[in-house]
């Protein structure tokens, strides 16, 4: 078939060879990391906070100002506010059907979507207690963070339909700050947001395996054909 309409054929050997299992092993193996500590927390001692948790706050706690809570107030809405859950993945969704990459706007839409989805079933199997100090409206559940599993999936999903090293460097910068924020706002401990980091890496990977080719080749057929 002729590669200018099917993108597998387009793709590149490299985006081929995803197809096989390290990605879906990569991916998966996050994800059992993300549950395991889950259930770690859980049965260590009932949801308890690790010492790295504690001590975490206890730095935090003094460190708190104006300007810093203005950011994490403002991380906290655009990563979970209706911004978060509607208007930008709407927005990008529509670039990446505007940009002629279908495939990318259902990778993208799946990926997201199944992360919020996977964040409240661990949250209502787990059921961790939240930090004490929170000034932020919460859901319930503290493990994991939906805002950190959000942005982690984002990065690795937009990092992967746009391989530059800027996007990966910005996608990086953004979920290590929306952990960050998590934990400042009181909202989670830092355990929480690094399984959610987990978790979103391993969904956007291991939906990633099966249609690498078919990203990849709708990728090289918009840049090859703009308009057509």
Known sequence: M??????????????????????????????????????YIVFRDNGAPFTVDT??????????????????????????????????????IAVLVWLKRPWGAGYFLVATALTGGLVQVLK?????????????????????????????????VLSILFPFWWMRVAGTIYTIGMMLSRTYVGAHWLSDTIGAMLLGIGVAIVLWAPVAAKLDGERELARQHPSG
């Open 124 to 156: 209502h199997l787990f059921g961790r207690a939240r930090p004490g100090d929170i000034i932020v409206t919460v859901d319930f559940g503290s493990f994991p963070s939906g805002h950190a599993a959000n942005a982690a999936v984002m990065a690795v």
């Open 2 to 39: 002729n590669a200018h309409g099917n993108p597998v054929v387009a793709a590149t050997p490299p985006a081929k060879r995803v197809t096989r299992r390290w990605p879906l092993i990569s991916g998966i193996a996050a994800l059992l990391l993300c549950a395991g500590l889950g259930a």
């Open 55 to 92: 001590a975490w706050m206890n730095f935090i706690d003094p460190h708190r100002a104006p300007a810093f809570t203005v950011v994490a107030l403002a991380m906290s809405f655009i990563g979970g506010g209706w911004p978060g859950t509607l208007i930008i993945p709407v927005l990008i």
